[in-house]
């Protein structure tokens, strides 16, 4: 999607503090961090939002799940973290690019909202 940041970045149109990448994902530091540590996870797909996840691309989301593992490890997250997903206008979320943040890197509040 040409009008899409995280699209941007993962062409490497605009520059991003990677993680780690394969051919299917892109995981990098967030440019407003929430947490001492924080980092967005993407698929290389563009896929609006959760809810445009079905059966055609749901192997992204997999992918994704399968090497936060390995992401949270390289973070120094093994105290733990939390998974966000922000969907749609009353999820707040403000980039139209799935995406998971992963929070850490001090003991979180336990409200959610
Ligand atoms: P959300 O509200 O769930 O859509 O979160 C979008 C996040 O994306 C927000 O925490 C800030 C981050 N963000 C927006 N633009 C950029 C960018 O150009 N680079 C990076 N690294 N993060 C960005």
Redesign the pocket.
Known sequence: MSDC??C??IDGS?P??KVYEDEKILA???????APV?V?VVPKQHICCANAIDESNVDYVAHIFTKIPEITKKLNLENGYRI???CGDD??????HL?F?ILGGKKLDSQMC
């Open positions: 940041i995280f941007k970045i605009i991003s503090n990098f530091y967030d440019l407003e961090p929430q924080h967005l966000v997903n922000n999820g707040c979320q403000s980039v139209k995406h943040h």
